[in-house]
């Protein structure tokens, strides 16, 4: 059974840092492509980015809104994926899944994020 | 960036009734568009991938049409656990991968 785990949400102030961790398992990982999609409260799905597998390079793509701020990384020896997010501002807040890509037809269950005073 | 336009924002009816969904795209995607279901408080779960082609475990009252910019979910015979909202995303041009803002489907 494919399982995606989030975990590190919580309450952070504006300017702050979190990162943000998906444990993968019941796939090979390592093959596979994944992204962070978040969902802010009472709003619709946003892509943040993505990451692709090694053997396809390893790289990374971002929405314009997280560019410079986020960054996306992967541990395939741990299989999880990271999301690493500094600058925060209150328009970062929500519920941040993480998901296989290009289509998501694995999701976990979300991790939220509030960035508030 | 491709926008991708959802109509109507809600749509109100009743079970058994057919409800036709639409995701207009600014330019074409070809037939990369997937939607995605989701109830209050859940997981989004994807329903149909590559314009046309039903996820595992999705039932067959749920299809997919369409390709280049004008896409249609149509789910069939509603029954009452399909009222959701539901999203379409495009992975054709990308990045970024983007989704449409979501049509609300309530029972009337």
């Known amino acids: 059974e494919v399982q995606l785990v989030e975990s590190g949400g919580g309450l952070v102030k504006p300017g702050g840092s979190l990162r943000l961790s998906c444990a993968a398992s019941?796939?090979?990982?390592?093959?596979?492509?994944m992204t962070w999609v978040r969902q802010a409260p009472g709003k619709g799905l946003e892509w943040v980015g993505l990451?692709?597998?090694?053997?396809?390079?390893?790289?990374?793509d971002y929405a314009a809104p997280v560019k410079g701020r986020f960054t996306i990384s992967r541990d395939d020896s741990k299989n999880t994926l990271y999301l690493q997010m500094n600058s925060l501002r209150s328009e970062d807040t929500g519920v941040y899944y993480c998901?296989?890509?290009?289509?998501?037809?694995?999701w976990g269950q979300g991790t939220l994020v509030t960035v508030s005073s | 960036e491709i926008v991708l336009t959802q109509s109507p924002a809600t749509l109100s009816l009743s079970p058994g009734e057919r409800a036709t969904l639409s995701c207009r795209a600014s330019?074409?995607?070809?037939?990369?568009l997937a939607w995605y279901q989701q109830k209050p408080g859940q997981v989004p779960r994807l329903l149909i991938y590559d314009a046309s082609t039903r996820a595992t475990g999705i039932p067959a009252r749920f299809s997919g049409s369409g390709s280049g910019t004008d896409f249609t979910l149509t789910i069939s015979n509603l029954e009452p656990e399909d009222f959701a909202v539901y999203y379409c995303q495009q992975r054709g041009i990308w990045p970024p991968i983007t989704f449409g803002q979501g049509t609300r489907l309530e029972i009337k």
């Open positions: 019941g796939f090979t990982f390592s093959n596979a492509w």
């Open positions: 990451i692709k597998s090694k053997t396809d390079g390893g790289t990374t």
């Open positions: 330019q074409s995607v070809s037939s990369y």
């Open positions: 998901t296989s890509a290009p289509d998501s037809l694995y």
